[in-house]
């Protein structure tokens, strides 16, 4: 009788129980073009890929303008691969404006950081610059290591809606990384939109927000709202605080093509 058991088995096995049989070959579900392009990666990670559009490496700040002048240059402090935020010109934005893109930057708060909440070595990095001031969605940069705040203005968060997933953040004078995928929303003829803005951040490499729906740009006051726009810079916030100015350094950019491309 066991015997019998133990046959009746084996023969289900063999015919793959729960695997049913398809027909045609392994070859027909094989799918050899189009080749995606040889990309040469950094020799580290962080470092730029070969394909990536560099927007500081420490040497100048070309791309760069201010974003209540276009017509001048981005004047914040260029030194030792380091770019350092001036408080007293305001905030910078990139020349070229994006849609879709990978982004990688590096920030530091001051080991001496003094201030506290969102006066505590407060930044940001505006994943679309809608023009002056905070217009924009704004992925916050702030000390968030023992530095008590609203958990949707904390470091990782999409300020004023979205809170980071968990915290990953370093201590003051310790470089940390943001990488960010952006999808920029689209809009229908009448303005209104067909699809939101999505974006996934790892913070120190660590996921801080996962594919994540934004419901509009970000409002200071009041609930976030969208108004149609076409592609756009990417801001760097110039904080009003009184604490210390932060710095940046390895800021590049990947484009990429809108969803189903
Ligand atoms: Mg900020």
């Known amino acids: 009788m066991k015997l019998a058991i133990l046959f009746s088995l084996a023969l289900l096995g063999s015919v793959g129980v729960g695997r049913a049989q398809q027909a045609g070959k392994p070859e027909d579900t094989e799918v050899w073009s189009p080749v995606p392009k040889v990309v040469t990666p950094g020799k580290i990670s962080g470092e730029a890929p070969s394909d990536a559009l560099v927007l500081f490496d420490g040497k100048n700040l070309d791309q760069w303008t201010l974003t209540s002048d276009h017509a001048k240059a981005a004047d ?46 407060n930044s940001g990095v505006f994943l679309a610059s809608l023009g002056e ?24 968060s999409i300020y004023k809606q979205l809170p980071p997933l968990v915290n990953p953040a370093r201590p003051p004078g310790q470089w940390q990384t943001y990488d960010v995928v952006w999808t920029a929303p689209t809009f229908a003829a009448d303005g209104t939109v067909a699809t939101p803005a999505r974006v996934t951040v790892l913070f120190n490499g660590v996921l801080v927000q996962n594919n994540a729906t934004l419901l509009g740009a970000t409002r200071y006051i009041g609930k976030p709202e969208y108004q149609r726009h076409g592609p756009a810079p990417i801001k760097l916030q110039a904080h009003g605080d009184k604490s210390e100015p932060l710095s940046y350094r390895n800021i590049w950019l990947r484009e990429l093509p809108a969803a189903g491309q």
């Open 76 to 121: 914040w402090l260029v030194k030792g691969d380091i770019l350092t935020v001036n408080k007293a010109s305001g905030n910078i934005e990139t020349k070229r404006s994006f849609t879709n893109y990978q982004l990688h930057l590096e920030w530091r708060v001051p080991a001496n950081i003094t201030g506290t909440g969102q006066a505590r070595g």
């Open 133 to 156: 001031g905070d217009a924009g969605y704004e992925l916050q940069i702030l000390d968030a290591y023992n530095n008590q705040t609203y958990v949707n203005g904390m470091a990782g």
